[in-house]
């Protein structure tokens, strides 16, 4: 996983150079504090603490500044790799640690910027929910929650097993999608063929379209060889891991 703020501004996100500068401020407070800020990007910790509070706004060029300095000291990457790595095997650890998920879903909105997207669709498992939760709030688009029940005539239902011999359900409002509706699938941890059919036979029954499939942690064989069985021109997969 990679960080990429290059060319950040008002084009990336909703708001301006310094919401942006506010918003990472505020999710990496989460994992330094402001001494140890000041030493890595070279602003003194009072006017960091007062740019967090909302005391007082940087000027348009210093929030600029500020941004390529964090980019420089790849301060993103040190935390994805100190706290999102080496729990591959433990999702509800990345889930409970205040922050990351966030500052996961703000690097992915920073990379997918020109990226069109309707609709942000989690993988029908708990630890999906919370990161596409994030993800629709920074690209602003609407989020479509799966149910293990909805009213059919209400509803888009596929099945799908959970184990051996065992089967669940996935469920959700036709309200969700438009024909042609850009999908987002956001997973946090896509090593199950199972929940990716359910998500892709949801999305060819409600006639949108899979723009990006985006997953913290992924088979990415499994992955491409579904996607061909039900693609014939393929999304973009990015940030899988294997």
């Given at each position: 996983m990679s960080a990429?703020?290059?060319?950040?501004?008002?084009?990336?996100?909703?708001?301006?150079?310094?919401?942006?500068l506010f918003n990472l401020l505020k999710i990496l407070k989460y994992f330094y504090s402001f001494n140890e800020l000041e030493k890595e990007i070279g602003v003194p910790s009072h006017v960091l603490w007062r740019y967090v509070t909302l005391r007082v706004t940087p000027e348009k060029k210093t929030a600029e500044r500020i941004l390529s300095r964090i980019r420089e000291k790849k301060l993103i990457e040190e935390i994805i790799a100190r706290e999102v790595s080496p729990n591959r095997d433990q999702p509800w650890v990345i889930i409970s640690k205040p922050g990351l998920i966030e500052l996961v879903a703000l690097n992915l909105a920073y990379k997918i910027k020109k990226t069109k997207i309707d609709v942000v669709l989690p993988t029908p498992d708990p630890y999906s929910i919370p990161l596409a939760?994030?993800?629709?709030?920074?690209?602003?688009?609407?989020?479509?929650?799966?149910?293990?029940?909805?009213?059919t005539e209400h509803a888009i239902v596929e099945a799908y097993e959970v184990a051996s011999g065992v089967y669940s359900a996935v469920?959700?409002?036709?309200?969700?999608?438009?024909?042609?509706?850009?999908?987002?699938?956001?997973?946090?941890?896509?090593?199950?063929?199972?929940?990716?059919?359910?998500?892709?036979?949801?999305?060819?029954?409600?006639?949108?379209?899979?723009?990006?499939?985006?997953?913290?942690?992924?088979?990415?064989?499994?992955?491409?060889?579904?996607?061909?069985?039900?693609?014939i021109e393929k999304p973009q997969i990015t940030e899988a891991r294997v």
């Amino acid at each position: 996983m990679s960080a990429d703020i290059n060319g950040v501004g008002e084009e990336m996100l909703p708001g301006s150079t310094k919401l942006i500068l506010f918003n990472l401020l505020k999710i990496l407070k989460y994992f330094y504090s402001f001494n140890e800020l000041e030493k890595e990007i070279g602003v003194p910790s009072h006017v960091l603490w007062r740019y967090v509070t909302l005391r007082v706004t940087p000027e348009k060029k210093t929030a600029e500044r500020i941004l390529s300095r964090i980019r420089e000291k790849k301060l993103i990457e040190e935390i994805i790799a100190r706290e999102v790595s080496p729990n591959r095997d433990q999702p509800w650890v990345i889930i409970s640690k205040p922050g990351l998920i966030e500052l996961v879903a703000l690097n992915l909105a920073y990379k997918i910027k020109k990226t069109k997207i309707d609709v942000v669709l989690p993988t029908p498992d708990p630890y999906s929910i919370p990161l596409a939760t994030m993800i629709s709030s920074y690209l602003r688009t609407k989020l479509c929650v799966p149910a293990s029940y909805l009213p059919t005539e209400h509803a888009i239902v596929e099945a799908y097993e959970v184990a051996s011999g065992v089967y669940s359900a996935v469920a959700l409002p036709r309200e969700c999608f438009i024909k042609n509706s850009r999908i987002l699938l956001a997973s946090l941890s896509l090593m199950d063929p199972s929940y990716l059919k359910a998500s892709l036979r949801i999305v060819l029954r409600s006639k949108s379209k899979l723009t990006l499939v985006y997953a913290i942690f992924g088979d990415l064989n499994m992955i491409n060889t579904m996607l061909s069985n039900y693609y014939i021109e393929k999304p973009q997969i990015t940030e899988a891991r294997v």
